[in-house]
């Protein structure tokens, strides 16, 4: 399939942050070339080595722009990484756009020995942006996990959260069965992720059964919904740490908390699972 | 000695600073390969030798940069670990990318000025670097990409409360760094 490709699933690596080593690379080398025209007019051809530093620049941030897309439409809509997602996608739309200007701009004068004030100011503002967006993109990684063991996982993963409620307030210890229409059409190796009055949960289809558990793992709390199935175990994306979707139980570090569980029933011929109101603690 | 360490984890910015630098030799490196096959076309003519010129001294400067923030990291993860074993690789294999390009640079000191092409030498030692750097920045996406290694380091407590918000079973608040 064309997604799991542009997303690197057959390289277990994104191809996006492969790529993006080049636009970053040549685009600060450029304007480093133009800052050295300045200072040493006498060395010849400077400002024509900027012009194709900064022309491979562009033409690899259009190759980067591709998967970039793609790995943007999979984050789910809900994910608190979205919005940075967004900014990271707008920064580079700009700064792709000031150096098409540039170029265009320069094209007409590589045999001068240095740069004219206005394309050096566009690089300067470019490199600006530039920094801006390479930085969010790296949060995007290292903060919010955005790509990290997403190769691992065969099955598309949820879109969106699915907000349910029990309906009415609960009493403490008090058990509800809420329906969850959407978990019959599960298939194996998906799942849903469902927020039933602030519990967050991942529930999943594994072996033609249902199971629930919570959402975020107990390491570092990476997402569940987005892990991948090896028999009953769930795999964290991020560190890989395993539990048993049965029991909740860890079968595999660096996590070392069980996973609270939900038991999958079906009443009246509706799938759903059973929620039980905890005292309200502080954490 | 802790504050320089983590200065070189990148703490101050919010992100690891190895795979920022990173990204200079990644760029550079490969772009003088390309220079270097231009030059004989002959695309560019001394603009491209000096391209290529330049963009390896560039990558050199960046490298010596990442090197201690990437040992950093690497020291960071525990020995039974098995990106601490990648990480050996990738270390090891930046290394001798390092010199190969450090020798090219040498190779190319005398005639970078006048030389409408660069030599087969050079552009030898260009194709060698530039296939053994994109084996080690693999291995270095492999760390990050497969194992996690600096994800959620900096945000943990960010998805902690994410996590009690969500009624999630949560370890204990201390926890060891890892």
């Known amino acids: 399939m064309l997604k799991d490709l542009l997303e690197g699933k057959p390289l277990w690596h994104p191809i996006h942050p492969m790529l993006v080593h080049f636009p970053i690379g040549f685009l600060v080398l450029s304007f480093l070339l133009d800052l050295f025209s300045l200072a040493f007019p006498e060395a010849p051809n400077l400002v024509r080595c900027s012009f194709y530093a900064m022309l491979l620049g562009v033409v690899t941030a259009l190759l980067a722009a591709v998967p970039g897309f793609v790995d943007y439409s999979d984050i789910r809509h809900d994910h608190p990484g979205k919005a940075i997602a967004t900014r990271h996608m707008t920064l580079n739309l700009m700064v792709v756009a000031i150096y098409g200007l540039n170029l265009w701009l320069r094209s007409s004068a590589l045999t001068e020995s240095q740069i004219n004030l206005v394309p050096l100011f566009l690089s300067f503002i470019g490199i600006g942006l530039l920094s801006a967006s390479g930085y969010l993109g790296g949060r995007l990684v290292y903060d919010e996990g955005i790509a990290v063991g997403r190769h691992k996982r065969k099955t598309p993963t949820p879109q969106d959260t699915l907000h349910l409620s029990t309906g009415y307030a609960a009493k403490d210890g008090e058990t509800t069965f809420v329906s969850v229409p959407n978990a019959e059409h599960l298939r194996n190796g998906e799942t849903l992720r469902v927020e039933i009055d602030k519990q967050v949960m991942t529930i999943a289809r594994i072996e033609n059964e249902l199971y629930a558990f919570q959402e975020f793992c107990t390491h570092r709390f990476g997402p569940l919904s987005e892990g991948s199935f090896h028999g009953h175990n769930v795999q964290c994306p991020w560190h890989n740490s395993g539990f048993d979707v049965r029991t909740g139980k860890v079968t595999n570090g660096p996590a070392k908390v069980d996973l609270k569980t939900f038991k999958v029933e079906t009443r009246d011929g509706q799938v759903g699972v059973l929620i039980t109101k905890e005292h309200d603690q502080k954490t | ?178």
């Not at chain 2, 390896?56 to 601490?84: N, R, Y």
């Open chain 2, 1 to 178: 000695m802790k504050p320089l360490l983590d200065f070189l984890k990148g703490k101050w910015l919010g992100h690891p600073l190895h795979p920022i630098l990173a990204h200079v030799p990644m760029a550079m490196w490969p772009g003088a390969l390309i220079f270097d096959l231009l030059s004989q076309c002959p695309i560019g003519g001394n603009a491209m030798v000096r391209l290529s010129f330049y963009a390896i001294i560039f990558g050199l400067a960046a490298a010596l940069l990442a090197a201690p923030t990437g040992l950093v990291d690497w020291s960071g993860i525990k020995k039974e670990k098995p990106a601490w074993k990648i990480g050996l690789y990738h270390m090891s294999l930046n290394l001798i990318v390092t010199l190969l390009f450090a020798v090219n640079l040498a190779l190319r000191w005398q005639t970078f000025r006048e030389a409408s092409e660069v030599d087969r030498i050079p552009l030898l030692l260009s194709a060698v670097g530039t296939l053994i750097l994109i084996c080690s920045a693999y291995l270095g996406g492999r760390m990050v990409y497969e194992y996690g290694i600096s994800v959620a380091r900096m945000s943990k407590k960010k998805w902690r409360k994410l996590a009690a918000a969500g009624g999630a079973n949560l370890p204990p608040e201390k926890e060891k760094p890892c």
